[in-house]
Structure formats: C-alpha cells, structure tokens
C-alpha cells in the first residue's frame, strides 16, 4: 500500500511518524492497540511519541482509513479499514431491505480481548421492521382503541 499516496488522497500532511504508524497496523491481520504501536515504533528506531501516535490514530479515523474498536476499560484496538461483508436487514412485513455493514467487529475485539478466541465464522439473525410499517402497526392499534 503506498502510504504517502493515502495521506495525501485524505488530505492529511505526509509525515514520517504517520507513514510507520500506519505500516504497522497495516502489517498486522488483527487489530493492535496503541501502546503497541508505540513500542514497535521505538524498536523501529522512530522517535515517536506515545501522544503523537494517539493524535495520528484520530486523525485516521476520522479520515476513514482506520476501524477504532472500543474494547471497555478505555482500551481501544486499531485496524486499517478494509473490505467488509455486509448483512441484509429485511422488513418482516413490507420485506424492503436495507443493507449494513457487519455490526459484529466490534463484538469479535470484545471477544478476542476478554477471552484470547479469534472468531472464524459468524451468523447472524436479525428480525426488523422498517419504519413505515412501525408506524403502521402504532396507526392500526390506536385505530382499534
């Protein structure tokens, strides 16, 4: 991946500091925390500091180049955003469908962090209704009152 070509696409200031951080974390299959690409930057020999790492990771996510994972106890995994599947919601009344994207990357960090298991497969069932025929149901029940 050309570092200094996605930078400057996000209009974000080619750095040195900001090119190895993100070559670390697009090193990495998983997600890495922030203290871990502090260290490996050290081992690199890059005098970067541990603020200057935390303010890169933001401005990254913000720009969308990056997934920031919430794992509880303020600890946060990082991860270059990539192609993701997607899931169909699809109304149980109307059958419109909308798609999103996979609401379980949060939740496989959480696990991955908590319990030291890497999911490999998920399914995930989801029944919905859209908002026109919410207000449908809500119209029809005080229509019956």
Not at 47 to 54: A, G
Not at 107 to 134: D, R, S, W, Y
């Amino acid at each position: 991946m050309d570092y200094e070509a996605l930078l400057k696409e996000k209009k974000i200031k080619v750095t040195l500091g900001r090119v190895v951080i993100l070559e670390i974390i697009d090193k990495y299959s998983e997600a890495i925390s922030a203290d871990n690409i502090y260290e490996q930057c050290r081992d690199k020999g890059h005098n970067v500091d541990l603020s200057t790492v935390y303010r890169s990771l933001d401005l990254f996510e913000r720009k969308g180049i990056i997934e920031k994972f919430n794992l509880g106890d303020g600890k946060c995994n990082y991860k270059i955003k990539g192609h993701k599947h997607k899931h169909v919601i699809e109304c149980s009344l109307c059958h419109k469908e909308v798609e999103i994207e996979c609401p379980m990357l949060p939740v496989e960090e959480l696990i991955k962090n908590k319990t030291g298991f890497v999911l490999i497969e998920h399914e995930l069932k989801m029944k919905a209704l859209c908002q026109e025929c919410v207000n449908r149901c809500e119209k029809n029940k005080k229509n019956k009152v």
